[in-house]
């Protein structure tokens, strides 16, 4: 039996309690990185009347919620060198301690730069959860192993989201600041985290054959292409928590509550649509899986630009999470299946960094946009771009089998 066999077989006589505490902190922690943004979302009409006499008001407003991804986007991949070198289980440890004390510095902020620095410090202690999450998913599982495990991530993520912004919008009607008491609770995973989750890599990488290490390498190239995928996807989505409650504003909805609800129904559809993210992934493959959940989302777009009601609104963002619900685990599924075993942790902060470079230049691709256009209109344009993004991706994924079915046909002929 080599090494490597040797390795899994010991994981495989892991007690079962052991591996569901596990698999439940991995799920649970998954939450933090939606929370990260969507609990305070339905706050942001709030705070930006609250500071209305602060200059640039409007776009430190939307800053309050997209500043934790700049910080994501410098420190993401640090903190994959640091998991890939250090371990992940001390690193883990100390950025859910940071997430909870930055997250809830918003209970005591006096000025819009006061409150920016806790987002900030937030910002960093995300990267850090979220890039070793994901290569804790990719130490531990394999093969459609991972992808069920992914999906399963996408879908607490998505319901997370929901009970988070529904939970955020109701805080948000008893005072704006009432949201962020909200972050308190990755302190509480962090006795999970040192119970069940073990450090997986070190002690796999150490037992691994030189060979075994060798032939392991990183598909370069279709890493870059999923990070490409990631920042196009961040910036078309955070569309929907950055401008949402202010597009309902303007139709006349005002209710932090509505907004939170809206935007969390496209967490619980993403969230119901990726417990099915496997079999899709067997069926259509990573590019499909692209295509079609671009579509997707380029539909529910093209609805909330013409939408004027309630109902056609929570039904378009519905769309857009349908799609939402595909392209997450895909994204992260495809960046761990390239990845060698000893750079996990620095494709994994890649993807991270990625994910919310889309997010902190969404607002500076919108606020242009709904100033010359309205906020219909975007949506409505956002959707038409993302469409064709879907329609290139679907035609990628479409020509390689009607070539090998035509190859077929040449060789029966």
């Known amino acids: 039996m080599s090494a490597l066999q040797q390795v899994q077989a010991a994981e495989v006589l892991a007690t079962p309690d052991r591996h569901a505490g596990r698999n439940t902190t991995l799920l649970l922690i998954s939450t933090l990185t939606i929370m990260a943004g969507a609990t305070i979302s339905p706050s942001l009409p709030a705070i930006e009347s609250h500071f209305a006499g602060s200059p640039n008001v409007e776009i430190l407003t939307r800053l309050v919620l997209t500043l934790p991804a700049l910080s ?15 371990g992940r289980r001390p690193l883990l440890i ?5 997430y909870g ?7 005591l902020a006096d000025s819009l730069p006061g409150l920016l620095v806790g987002r900030a410090l937030l910002g960093v202690a995300v990267a850090g959860v979220m890039t070793t999450a994901t290569a804790l998913v990719g130490d531990y599982f394999s093969g459609p192993a991972r992808d069920r495990f992914m999906g399963y991530q996408s879908a607490f993520v998505g319901f997370g989201g929901l009970i988070f912004l529904t939970g955020g919008g109701m805080l948000a009607e008893l005072h704006w600041r009432a949201p962020f008491a909200v972050y308190g609770l990755s302190l509480l995973l962090i006795p999970a985290i040192i119970a069940f989750i073990d450090e997986p890599v070190r002690s796999r990488l150490s037992t691994m054959s030189v ?4 032939s392991a390498r990183t598909a370069w190239l279709a890493v870059f292409a999923v990070y490409i995928a990631a920042v196009f996807n961040s910036v078309a989505f955070y569309l929907l928590p950055t401008q949402l409650p202010f597009h309902l504003n303007a139709m006349g909805i005002g209710s932090p509550t509505l907004a939170g609800l809206a935007i969390g129904l496209g967490n619980l559809i993403g969230a119901i649509a990726a417990l099915a993210y496997a079999s899709l992934r ?3 493959g990573v590019i499909g899986v692209f295509g079609l959940a671009f579509g997707l989302m380029a539909t529910g777009y093209i609805l909330l630009g013409l939408a004027n009601s309630l109902v056609t609104v929570l039904f378009a963002a519905g769309v857009v999470g349908l ?7 895909n994204i992260a599924a495809a960046a761990m299946a390239a990845a060698a075993p000893d750079m996990r942790g620095r494709v994994a902060g890649g993807m991270t960094a990625s994910i919310f470079a889309g997010h902190f230049i969404s607002p500076f691709v919108s606020q242009p946009m709904i100033a010359a256009f309205g906020f219909a209109n975007t949506y409505l344009y956002t959707g038409l771009v993302v469409g064709c993004i879907a329609v290139l991706g679907g035609a990628v994924a479409v020509l390689p089998a009607r070539t090998d079915r035509t190859k077929k046909a040449d060789f029966r002929g």
């Open 211 to 214: 060979a075994s290490q060798a």
């Open 94 to 98: 100390v950025a859910a301690l940071l």
């Open 323 to 329: 799609g939402l619900g595909m392209i997450m685990p």
């Open 72 to 86: 994501i986007v410098i420190c993401a991949p640090f903190a994959g060198g640091l998991a890939d070198r250090f």
């Open 282 to 284: 067997a069926r259509l």
């Open 101 to 107: 004390l930055g997250g809830m510095s918003g209970l």
